[in-house]
């Protein structure tokens, strides 16, 4: 099933000045750099299957497939190296006011997969492709509503990305601090994490929780709010799947209102969760679908903004207006690169019946972690779907009193030191980060989720005891 993982080439002989230009010269993502001053940056030199080896030759089993859920059929795929190699040489880019053979292949699979929508827009990163969604809102309350329907609803804990605007649309509080003000017109909605039910009283949580949406849309004026969007799981909101109940509310009460619905694929598109994408579990039908991490498992930068035929139409139906039509370009929307690394990556899930895979190695994960909550009273909570999972940690099971954050971390520290790549929700949630999040490659074996649960178990004996 999976890329048969071998000892990494030879280290470079010059290691020790890679390490030296990173610390003097590398800005890195999401890292304090005050501790590198004294400590070694850590550097990631080869990856095969599932695993991936440092600077030091260390190996480590990769539980989060690439650090940000993306690497979904793992490493070493020559056959997408190869793909990319090709279009690479024959052409590698051409601005997409053109098209591109690989663009036009892509979209006609993607769109195979996705029954209801119609037409993609290419551009490079999911932060960029959900700006894309605001921005087709806010023109669409232009052409249609007199400016008026321009509001945007996220919700509690979901994360959309990393631009100012995005980060307007942000649930995590920690994420979106220090980077105002931010873009008005931009309003939340409460979360549905079951576990921290904010509704006790309510009869149905899931229903509470969507008619708390319809309550928001009611406040703000519907005939001002012009989109509503969610994460079909919230992702590094502490992976949380939604009640059976809560998504046919939500889409009744879009409809009701004529609100549009944006569903944010990012994570969980492309067989994370055991379908094509995580709406597809729950009957939604979307007017916009936003992707990117897996959608070329990180050969290439590649992300997608996928709408509705009828939204499509909305921007060409007035050819008299110079402004009526989607006036926007993303430069590396035209690397041909993406499409074509796009490509192979869906023939290998397709033909690897990943998908299958995925449900099958994710009802074992779950399992596991539910064995693993028998035994450490400190997981309160195991939630997840497919290969995309998170185990909730309290310091008091009755109290549901969140663990320490410090303790959280350590436990993912001591995985590291095991040799096991592991996530958990950090600086993102006041007071809530306390979930470990799990997202190993679509070609996991039973062998690699019980030796990632093995690695975890070992880690909340030695924190916890």
Sequence with gaps: MSVTAAPPSAIPNDISSV???????????????????????????EGKGMRVWDA???????????GVWTVNVGYGREEIADAVRDQLVKL???????????????AEMLIDKMPGMSRVYYSNSGSEANEKVFKMVRQISQLRHGGKKYKVLYRERDYHGTTITALSATGQPQRAAQYGPYTPGFVEVPHCLEYRNQFPDAEDYGIAAANAIEEVILREGPDTVGLLCLEPITAGGGVITPPPSYWPRVQEICKKYD???????????????????????????????TMAKGVASGYAAISCTVTTEAVFEMFKDDVSDPLHYFRDISTFGGCTAGPAAAIANMNIIVRENLLENTIAMGERFVNN????????RVIGDVRGKGLFCGAELVADRATKEPADEKKVQAVVADCMAQGLIIGATNRSLPGFNNTLCFSPALISTA?????ITAGVDKALTRVFS
Excluded: M
């Design 56 to 66: 030091t030759g260390k190996e480590h089993l990769d539980a989060v497939s690439g």
């Design 19 to 45: 390490i030296e230009a990173d610390r003097a010269h590398v800005w890195h993502h999401l890292l304090p750099h005050k501790p590198l001053e004294t400590t070694d940056p850590r550097i990631i030199v």
């Design 447 to 451: 062998d690699d989720i019980d030796e």
């Design 369 to 376: 972690l539910q064995g693993l909550a028998e035994k450490h």
């Design 92 to 106: 590698n880019y051409f601005a997409n006011s053109a098209g591109s053979i690989p663009g036009a292949q892509f």
């Design 259 to 289: 609100v549009l619905l944006h569903i944010d694929e990012v994570v969980c598109g492309v067989g994370r969760t055991g379908t094509w994408f995580g709406y597809q579990h729950y009957g939604i039908e979307p007017d916009f679908v």
